[in-house]
C-alpha cells in the first residue's frame, strides 16, 4: 500500500479509526509511501504544513512520521534527493537498519 503523503501534516499513527491513515496503519508491513512536495527550495513550506522549517530537518521529520506508520520505503523527489544529502543519508539509515 502507498500513500502520497508522507509528510508533517498527517497525524500520529494509528490515526483515526475510519481514516487512510488508519487503513495504512493496519496494513504493515507492506507500507511505503511518496513524498507529497519537495522540502528543498519550497519557499511555501508545503511538507510542513506552511510553517517554515530548515528543508533537511522537514525531509528527516517527514521520514520519521513515515517510520511510525511501519513504511519500509519512502520516495523522495530528486531535487531533495540532490541537496539535501544529510537528510538522504539519515532516511536511507532509519529505512535500511544494520
Not at 20 to 30: A, E, F, K, T
Not at 51 to 61: E, H, K, N, Q, S
Amino acid at each position: 500500500m502507498t500513500d502520497r503523503c508522507a509528510d508533517l501534516c498527517i497525524p500520529l499513527p494509528p490515526g483515526d479509526e475510519f481514516s487512510v491513515w488508519n487503513l495504512l496503519w493496519i496494513s504493515q508491513p507492506d507500507v511505503a509511501g511518496q513524498m507529497l512536495y519537495f522540502c528543498f527550495g519550497d519557499p511555501n513550506y508545503t511538507v510542513n504544513c506552511g510553517v517554515p522549517i530548515d528543508p533537511a530537518l522537514a525531509l528527516m521529520a517527514a521520514v520519521d512520521r513515515g517510520i511510525l506508520y511501519g513504511m519500509n520505503y519512502v520516495e523522495v523527489h530528486q531535487t531533495d534527493a540532490k541537496n539535501l544529502p544529510t537528510a538522504i543519508t539519515y532516511a536511507h539509515n532509519l529505512l535500511n537498519p544494520p
